[in-house]
């Protein structure tokens, strides 16, 4: 019998390891239960009166092995010397006698559903002396770890099959690998080709079943598996698409019998050659070899899918077929490229290639964008270098210009300064690397974060949006001579459209591109935690209530919970990735360096982190995602995209700010922020961006105050702006001097104090707690009106968008029922991506007591009544008195600050007094009670009683 490359490569790994226990893992359809057989018939030659196991989890898939032909003629072979006991098919009551009184070594081909019933394999006599386990990914079931821990002293050699495999005993050891890659580039099966629909409304399951259509009907089988989530979806997907598609036999195979007229069976599809449908509630009948299977499709509405269930799924229909071109899989509701490729990667094992073509086109007078994936062998183009010093000079940079350069000679002297400063510092090619990126992702709106919208030179290369001569903002707090090491550049893009940049990337630079590494270390409470799980203390316990629980445990366990966490304390814990630090290396990422294999994250990971980054002079720009672009973007792309220096500012909108209207713009919601907006009264921008510097630095510390007078040090800029005017320095050595007091320099801290007086130097004890990148601030100040203006203009667009891309600190309640107010029910949100398991649960909406809605949906019965009954907020006798739900929690050490909603517009704050804080009181839905008013202009009142509700 012939066999293929990777079979006779995998026999040979086994005979070289000596047939050592471990896993082969090796690619669906690429032939696996011919290996096992033939390391069978290689084993016997090394121990003639061996015990043979064939393990598997399903029994279907051993009697499909009965039916292989390739299988039986080499089982033949073993008739003469071997019993061959197939317990899949014949059952036997004493099938553990019959084993023990063998006259001859034996092969046993059993399911493990058989074998460990009532643990019946203790009683065997005979040892086993080898095991071959396919579909060894089953190894996590309970009674199969029971099974190989009993044996775990008999010598047996225990060889596992699986394309998904654990890598856990017994099958730590992988002996032979052969990826979904490799197969595909030697053509052992066809190429995955893999569709997505997507749609701004609701898809309706008629929209769905028409483009299934066009893409079915190009196949050359047309047999499709539909995996459906439930039993329900099954029966009725099957009699929806039998409407649709009358050329085609329907069949179902679930739990149930079905007694539907003209519906097959199981049988059926697996016997028919072609124009089938399978309806199947999950994966089922794992392994199962369907004949001339092209084509799966997921309609359980999954957004995010194990990678394991998507590759076995996946690996059915890429069976070689002389007729088969491709297959097809379509996962109705993938959520982008990047995800799919997530899935694939673990498997695919496709080192530093990027095979994958992305497209997409519309259908449906452009309402729906059918999104398609085709893996397939790629070629290296050697793609030429964009990081050269001797191709980037300032005329290069200046062809890159997005904005006019202004003729002024502030802007000019300016420009030429920092153009210097690059030069001098050999940058301009890093700044070169920025724009390519802006160029690959020049359909996307970005904001930058950070010092680099500092640079005019940024400005006018469209990188950043803010015009730092304008607003007075100081080059030198993002570069400046003294600065040894290199700048970061961070875009903020829409959240919702970061994955297709990652993609975008490793596409144009494969396996040059690496995401960074945090370096997590372990402090005081992440090392008490993790004492208390080695001790065994393994139950939930929240933060509020650690040290109580620990006081409870006995002295001496408290002692070694004590000495453990300081022996741990501060040491290094793991490496977690960084939320968007890439670097590029032009040769390809070293292997030494990486820590992820790229096809686990689609871009390798690296173990080094922002500060190792930083000492190797690599230049890093971080890829950050913000729901408040995608909050936009979605509603006005033409808004996201303006320029705001044409932008009027608008009175309607600013007032929005002025009464503290502020819920529902990301990154100016809370509480905190909505009083600064009221005592401020911003009437521009460079108000807006002052609320913004004065709230989020220092918002752990906030004592109440939101004035400020001219005088005060906001930002990093002031700070450089005030050093550079009483040290007598300029702006590049008044940057320095900040980072210096930032970090603690004793030496140059002196060196300043010796230039101030002390009243002057305690004007700078607050840059820790509230220095603030200036050109940060405005940048988000820029984007913050934006989405107040969409709130003012467009408030229905802004609230559907809000609830599908804003992730609150308020609680869940709060943008519900605030987009309520503007005619946006929140059902219609949640039934707009639903998956099949939250249809029903989604049933109940508005069909509830309040408590009940509430228990189960986050809010009360709206359409019972739109605000919570019994609320109430009052003054009486120099008291005000309330009854509210509770919006949001702050705990500041013994004081909670409660922000709380008592009318439709009415939110207060009421801040009580604790002795002692449980995470009870997290769970409270309301609180009433009365208080002395604090200030009257944001209802502010310090409680004297209350309770919860």
């Known amino acids: 019998m012939s066999i293929r490359n990777n079979q006779q490569s995998a026999i040979d790994a086994v005979l070289f390891n000596n047939f050592k226990s471990g896993v082969i893992a090796h690619a669906t359809g690429t032939g696996k239960s011919i290996i096992g057989i ?127 495999p654990y890598y856990i005993y017994p099958f730590e050891n992988l002996i032979h690998s052969y990826t979904l890659y490799d197969a595909i580039i030697n053509k052992d099966i066809v190429n995955p080709h893999i569709f997505w629909f997507t749609k701004e409304q609701k898809l309706s399951i008629n929209e769905i079943i028409e483009e299934i259509d066009v893409i079915v009907r190009s196949l050359y089988y047309k047999k499709i598996v539909v995996w459906c989530g439930l039993i329900s979806e099954c029966n009725e997907l099957a009699l929806l698409f039998s409407r649709h598609f009358t050329d085609f036999k329907i069949c179902i195979d679930t739990s149930l019998n079905v007694n539907y007229h003209s519906i097959g069976t199981f049988d059926t599809f697996k016997d028919i050659s072609s124009n089938a449908f399978l309806f199947c509630a999950a994966k089922h009948r794992e392994g199962s070899d369907i004949k001339n299977l092209d084509g799966c499709i997921f309609m359980d509405k999954v957004s995010k899918r194990t990678p394991k269930t998507f590759i076995q799924c996946l690996g059915r229909v890429l069976r070689i077929n002389e007729n088969k071109q491709r297959g097809i899989i379509i996962d109705i509701k993938a959520k982008s490229a990047y995800d799919v490729i997530k899935r694939l990667g673990l498997y695919l094992n496709n080192n530093n290639k990027f095979p994958y073509s992305y497209s997409y086109y519309y259908s449906n007078n452009n309402k729906i964008k059918i999104n398609n994936l085709l893996v397939e062998e790629t070629i290296d183009n050697s793609i030429k270098e964009i990081i050269n010093e001797n191709d980037v000079s300032r005329n290069a940079i200046k062809s890159k210009f997005k904005k006019n350069v202004i003729d002024n000679d502030i802007y000019k002297k300016r420009l030429e300064m920092e153009l210097d400063i690059f030069e001098e510092k050999n940058l301009l090619k890093y700044l070169y690397f920025a724009i390519e990126i802006l160029e690959l992702t020049k359909d996307i709106p970005h904001v930058t974060r950070g010092s680099c919208g500092s640079s005019l030179l940024c400005y006018y290369l469209g990188i950043s949006h803010v015009d730092p001569v304008k607003y007075n903002i100081k080059f030198e707090r993002f570069l400046n001579i003294y600065r040894n090491n290199l700048p970061d550049i961070d875009f903020d893009f829409p959240h919702s459209s970061r994955d297709e940049i990652f993609f975008r990337l ?360 739109l605000m919570y009954p019994g609320c109430y907020g009052y003054i009486h006798n120099n008291k005000y008195f309330y009854k509210g739900i509770i919006a949001s929690i702050k705990v500041l050490d013994k004081v909670i600050i409660y922000f709380i909603c008592v009318g439709i517009n009415r939110y207060i704050e009421v801040i009580i007094n604790r002795l002692y804080i449980n995470n009870l009181l997290f769970k409270k839905f309301g609180i009433k009670g009365h208080g002395k008013l604090e200030n009257s202009s944001i209802i502010c009142v310090k409680s004297i009683m209350n309770k919860y509700f």
């Open 506 to 865: 490793e596409k144009k630079w494969p396996g040059k591109i690496a995401r960074i590494s945090n370096h997590v270390h372990y402090h005081e409470k992440s090392a008490t935690r993790a004492v208390l799980k080695e001790l065994g203390h393994n139950k939930f316990i929240g933060k509020y209530e650690i040290n109580d629980y620990i006081k409870k445990l006995p002295k001496s366990t408290r002692d070694i919970i004590s000495n453990r966490v300081k022996n741990i304390e501060n040491k290094f814990r793991m490496y977690s990735l960084h939320c968007g630090g890439i670097v590029f290396y032009p040769e390809g990422v070293p292997e030494y360096l990486k820590y992820t294999a790229k096809s686990q994250n689609v871009i390798n990971q690296i173990t080094l982190n922002k500060y190792d980054i930083a000492n190797e002079k690599k230049f890093k720009i971080d890829i950050l995602s913000s729901r408040a672009l995608t909050q936009l973007f979605e509603v006005d792309p033409e808004l996201a995209f303006k320029d705001f220096s044409n932008i009027q500012l608008d009175n309607n909108v600013l007032k929005l700010f002025k009464m503290g209207k502020n819920i529902g713009i990301t990154l100016a919601e809370s509480p905190l922020i909505k009083k600064a907006m009221i005592d401020t009264n911003p009437n521009s921008i460079s108000d807006l961006a002052l609320v913004l510097a004065i709230i989020r630095p220092a918002a752990k510390e906030y004592s109440g105050k939101t004035e400020i007078s001219k005088n005060d040090i906001i930002y990093d800029d002031d700070a450089v702006e005030f050093l550079s005017k009483n040290c007598n320095v300029d702006y590049s050595k008044a940057d320095y001097y900040r980072r210096c007091i930032i970090k603690y320099d004793n030496d140059i801290i002196d060196e300043i104090k010796k230039k101030l007086s002390i009243s002057l130097y305690s004007k700078l004890d607050g840059l820790h707690g509230y220095g603030f990148c200036k050109a940060h601030a405005y940048s988000y100040a820029e984007l913050i009106y934006k989405l107040a203006y969409l709130k003012t203009y467009k408030p229905e667009q802004f609230w559907k968008s809000t609830l599908k891309n804003a992730e609150s600190s308020y609680r869940s309640w709060v943008h519900l029922f605030e987009a309520k107010q503007n005619n946006v029910d929140f059902k219609y949100i949640k039934q707009l991506n639903e998956s099949v398991y939250c249809k029903k649960k989604n049933n109940d909406i508005y069909k509830l007591n309040h408590n009940d809605h509430l228990q189960k949906y986050g809010i009360w019965n709206l359409k019972l009544n």
């Open 38 to 164: 033939k390391i069978i018939n290689e084993y016997i030659k090394f121990n003639s009166k061996a015990n043979i196991m064939w393990l598997c989890e399903f029994k279907i898939i051993i009697n499909e092995l009965f039916n292989n032909k390739l299988f039986c003629d080499n089982l033949k072979e073993l008739n003469k010397d071997y019993n061959l006991f197939n317990y899949s098919i014949k059952k036997d009551k004493n099938w553990i006698s019959t084993l023990n009184n063998s006259k001859k070594p034996y092969i046993l081909f059993i399911n493990r559903a058989y074998l460990t019933s009532q643990q019946k394999y203790k009683n065997l006599k005979n040892i086993m002396n080898l095991i071959i386990h396919d579909e060894c990914h089953s190894i996590k079931n309970i009674s199969t770890k029971s099974f190989y821990n009993y044996i775990k002293n008999n010598n047996c050699n225990i060889i596992g099959l699986s394309a998904t």
